[in-house]
């Protein structure tokens, strides 16, 4: 056998499909087409000049993941997490009052279980859009850390059904993202 029969071989090999069953209790893959849309429809709105585009709403894992789009300066929000938190920018800037760095485009932030901060977006930013990945819940506090309100998987599922609805998609349109 010659060198060049045992590489073509071992391409076909590599090349070759998993030969067994995946396993029968397994939920289906998520692909999401068109990530950042041009359907203005999908972005759910979440606050004034602010929405989010789920991608992943895991109710067995009790995260979410989602690209956040703000289009206005200002302060959106100061919370805390229990769980971590994966963020990537697309586009745009933004940053944590109590931290001295900033998340610019191409950036990647991880935010460790346990921690407060408040998420402003600068003046001179026209548009920002994070993916972000939030385990558990976001907690919303005031200066002091007082309870003003939280977010989890499912606030999140029951605010793209009541949009979807109102904009014509139809509230089971989120359930394709839904795990």
Known sequence: MSN????NDAETLRRMPYQFD???EMIPDLVVPGAI??????????ADNVWFRPLCLSRSGGYWMNLLRVRKSGVLSRH????????FVLKGRWRYLEHDWEATEGAY???????THTLVVDEGVEE??????VHGCMYY????????GFEDVFTKIDMCRKHYAECGLGADYVDQFIR
């Open 22 to 24: 995946q396993p029968k």
């Open 4 to 7: 060049n029969t045992l590489t």
């Open 141 to 148: 506090v005031d200066p002091w850390g007082n309870h003003a």
């Open 37 to 46: 849309p041009s359907d203005e429809r999908i972005w759910v709105p979440q």
């Open 80 to 87: 805390r997490h229990p769980g971590p938190v994966h963020a």
């Open 128 to 133: 920002m859009i994070t993916l972000f990945q």
């Open 109 to 115: 932030a991880f935010e460790p279980p346990g921690e």
